[in-house]
């Protein structure tokens, strides 16, 4: 299998990626194919496809912020059973973040990442795939170490349309395993930046993050 990087929306396996993002995630997760020109050529978002036999069977897209020393993982799709493909991308990842973090003089202090929670809300859909069913995935990334913010939240649609999406956690996987917080500054700095792509936001995703801002720290929780 190979971990292939793209860079372009003219590359011939983004055409494949953008229809098995289509298959997988609900309307409101995937940008429109042409809205992927600019993100594919940003250095700093790296979007990786597994191949095999010339077609994409996953694919995993990901973010290193040099100034936090964090990582955020936007997606991780795979699209077909019985290949290895999850722990193929999981591993690849992880190597390139860690050679990423090491170029920048550091060790890796741990990477954020939406999961759903099928619990509070059991109607997401993800294509036929079963690796991909919400309570699969939770259940994967938690034996992963993944760990909940102890908050409720809320992220923009990336419709861009102004409407709020519920139903996740924000998670963060610590590099040390007695990591049991992390500092507001760090989740609110993080999201201002991340969401910083997206102008209509809804109002209660501002109510958010002042909320956020009214403490010193953010408890991490078993998933």
Known sequence: MEYHRVCSIKDPYFKQLH???QE?????EVLEFDLWKE???DPDIRVFVAVHQNKVVGATEYRYYRDFNIAMTDFTIIGQAGLGIGPFLSSRRLDDLHSLAKQNGKN???MF???YDPYKVDNHKFGSVKPMDPYVRREVLSHLGYKRLDFDYIHPSWQNNGEEVTGLDLCFLPSEENTHELETGLITKFLKRYYSVLPNKPKSWYEMVENLET???VSLLAI
């Open 24 to 28: 997988i995630f609900p309307d409101e």
């Open 39 to 41: 993100p594919l050529e």
């Open 19 to 21: 229809q098995l993002m």
């Open 108 to 110: 890796l202090f741990g």
């Open 215 to 217: 403490n010193k720290t």
């Open 113 to 115: 990442a939406e999961i």
